[in-house]
């Protein structure tokens, strides 16, 4: 039976579960980024979730489905999409890059025009899963609503997140990261697309 230690596991729209010593797979959202049909499909897949057991394969499947509803929608690129400009990207992996300095590495990351995949590692910190994130928000969405001028809620209040179990699921993982700018037809390769970070590519080189 696979050994991990729960740090902390909490709900808020979604779940959420922090284990330590493992790699957690991270996907934020700008606020406003979905349409009100895809919002009333999640809800009915969460409301669904909070029913079955976390460590149970069902819940593993909903959890997938809800992750790949969402990122259906968001790869077609409706409603607020800041990340079109050069500028707030750069700004957003800027402040990806200041959670390294807190002591969460980094692993893989890509910014999306309306939202953002992280794949994230504790180091040595005292923040929590839920601080380190937390804390990326609110820098970002301050530097970048200073930059855009303006003053409205730039993230949605809630996020998916996910920790890694295997070296397979890690290995997905990275390659989705990766592949999702070329998916959404952003680039046609993934090492050509310019707004990511890929650590294990810098290992390699």
């Known amino acids: 039976m696979e050994r991990y230690t729960t740090r902390d596991r909490w709900r808020s729209r979604l779940p959420h579960w922090e284990v330590e010593g493992h790699w957690h797979f991270v996907t934020i959202r700008c606020q406003g980024s979905l349409p009100e049909a895809a919002k009333r499909r999640l809800q009915e897949i969460n409301r669904t979730l909070q029913s079955i057991e976390a460590q149970s394969?069902?819940?593993?499947?909903?959890?997938?489905?809800?992750?790949?509803?969402?990122?259906?929608?968001?790869?077609?690129?409706?409603?607020?999409?800041?990340?079109?400009?050069?500028?707030?990207?750069?700004?957003?992996?800027?402040?990806?890059?200041?959670m390294e300095k807190e002591?969460?590495?980094v692993g893989e990351a890509t910014v999306m025009p309306n939202h953002v995949h992280l794949l994230i590692l504790e180091q040595d910190t005292g923040f929590s899963l839920k601080q380190i994130v937390?804390?990326?928000?609110?820098?970002?969405a301050r530097w970048i609503n200073q930059a855009l001028g303006r003053s409205e809620r730039f993230w949605q209040q809630d996020w998916f997140d996910r920790w890694i179990r295997n070296e397979g699921e890690l290995a997905k993982t990275i390659a989705y990261i990766r592949n999702n700018p070329v998916k959404a037809k952003l680039a046609s390769d993934w090492k050509a697309y310019q707004w990511r970070i890929s650590h294990e590519e810098e290992r390699n080189t």
């Open 57 to 98: 394969e069902a819940f593993y499947q909903l959890q997938r489905r809800y992750f790949l509803t969402t990122e259906k929608y968001l790869d077609a690129g409706s409603g607020f999409a800041p990340f079109t400009q050069p500028r707030p990207n750069q700004l957003c992996l800027e402040a990806m890059i200041a």
């Open 103 to 105: 002591g969460w590495l």
């Open 134 to 140: 937390e804390r990326f928000k609110g820098r970002s």
